[in-house]
């Protein structure tokens, strides 16, 4: 089973750019699909992206569309959350997680290992 370090988190002004990386330890990266997730002040944790274990699927939620990027990189064993065109809305505490799979899906009830977490917050 992998470990997750969450980095990259800060502070920004709307429209700026930040960029997150999750580091894996352990064995078996390329095993697993990985996701991104968040929780703003006050709020539950929501799903922001997913990506299969082979980059085949990927997933969104609407709110970020067209302005967040998921992406892995097996060789360095890390995920990463590309995130442009920032809004106040995007504060929130962002967490990494990874499911073990056999399938190319980016959808599951549970994830099996999650990080701690960064904090991002948007400045208007």
């Known amino acids: 089973q992998v470990q997750l370090v969450e980095s990259g988190g800060g502070l920004v002004q709307a429209g700026g750019s930040l960029r997150l990386s999750c580091a894996a330890s352990?064995?078996?990266?390329?095993?697993?699909?990985m996701g991104w997730f968040r929780q703003p002040p006050g709020k539950e944790r929501e799903s922001v992206a997913a990506?299969?274990?082979?980059?085949?699927?990927?997933y969104y939620a609407d709110s970020v569309k067209g302005r967040f990027t998921i992406s892995r990189d097996n060789a360095k064993n890390t995920v990463y959350l590309q995130m442009n065109s920032l809004k106040p809305e995007d504060t929130a505490v962002y967490y990494c997680?990874?499911?073990?799979?056999?399938?190319?899906?980016?959808?599951?009830?549970?994830?099996?290992?999650w990080g701690q977490g960064t904090q991002v917050t948007v400045s208007s």
């Open positions: 990506l299969s274990r082979s980059d085949g699927s990927t």
């Open positions: 997680a990874a499911k073990w799979t056999i399938s190319e899906s980016t959808y599951f009830t549970s994830w099996d290992v």
């Open positions: 352990g064995r078996g990266f390329r095993s697993y699909a």
